[in-house]
């Protein structure tokens, strides 16, 4: 009896573990009704979590401040309580205080959002830069750090997805990058304006034809970090998905090595034809 009291009592601790563990290791894609901000596996996210639970208190102290107050209002104003309405015009302290509390509140919400914006818009002394370049519908992503190594990054339909592939969000050759290193993302569009929203690394550029855009981030830990094109495009504007994966120093300069040379081969030029063939084709043909 006492060892299944035991057990009851740790089910909810259970629970709650194995749920926390399951958001954790899928934090870096969106989940079905996810109703907060995707954890943050960046220095700029954590500061726009920081930034919205801010906003979030202070709106909702506000909400509550309003509907007590307006509660209270239609208690002892009522008809029945208060028979003979005021004929009170205006009350100069109400009015300048409603008038100056809320211009703190908005400077008090904008001195933070302020130093974001600025925080993330660039990064001094980046261990590396990538170019990001959104066409209509994909992604080019080049490495001027790497030798201009340069690919595309289509996603994968749905009749060719493996195991362990998302829907809509998993790609053919993903963005490759090393964790802990502070990494300078330079965007551009080839067509029309496009988005590159990674949420869980809090980026989000605008892509415009003509303009050069940049933003940074650095990845805390190892892992797949999915993203999407958030600005509509065109019709294959949900073809547009983004997927990170955050490597080693040691595996990222691996990769680099292997993407090369898989490169390299498929540009080499193909052997001349057999000497002999020409005379043979010559006296084939006579």
């Known amino acids: 009896m006492h060892l299944l009291r035991r057990r009851l009592i740790a089910l909810p601790t259970l629970l709650t573990s194995l749920l926390l563990f399951a958001h954790t290791a899928l934090a870096q894609a969106p989940q079905p009704w996810e109703m907060d901000l995707q954890p943050g596996f960046s220095p700029v996210k954590r500061q726009i979590i920081a930034l919205n639970w801010m906003v979030f208190v202070i709106i909702t102290l506000i909400t509550i401040f309003v509907a007590v107050l307006l509660a209270w209002v239609l208690y002892r104003y009522s008809a029945r309580r208060h028979p003979v309405p005021s004929r ?49 519908w994909a992604w080019k992503y080049t490495y001027p750090d790497q030798g201009g190594l340069e690919f595309e990054s289509h996603y994968i339909p749905d009749n060719q997805l493996k195991p362990g592939q998302l829907r809509l969000l998993s790609v053919d ?11 300078r993302i330079l965007e551009e569009s080839m067509d029309v304006i496009h988005s590159f929203f990674i949420p869980s690394l809090g980026v989000q550029r605008y892509a415009i034809p003509g303009r050069t855009i940049e933003t940074w981030t650095e990845v805390d830990k190892p892992g797949v970090y999915y993203g ?53 084709l010559a006296e084939a043909r006579r």
């Not at 409603?98 to 993330?120: K, N």
């Not at 490597?247 to 193909?270: D, G, I, R």
């Open 88 to 136: 009170i015009s205006h009350n100069t302290p109400i009015e300048i205080a409603w008038t100056v509390i809320p211009i703190l509140i908005l400077v008090i919400i904008a001195i933070p959002s302020f130093r974001l914006l600025y925080y993330e818009d660039r990064v001094r002394d980046p261990d590396m830069t990538i170019k990001v370049t959104g066409h209509q």
């Open 173 to 183: 050759n993903p963005l490759v990058v090393p964790y802990g290193k502070k990494i």
């Open 228 to 280: 999407e094109c958030n600005q509509i495009c065109g019709t294959g504007h949900s073809t547009m998905p983004i997927e990170v994966h955050a490597v080693t120093e040691q595996e990222f300069e691996a990769w680099v090595k292997k993407t090369k040379a898989e490169q390299n081969a498929e540009n080499a030029p193909s052997p001349p034809a057999a000497t002999g063939a020409g005379p043979a």
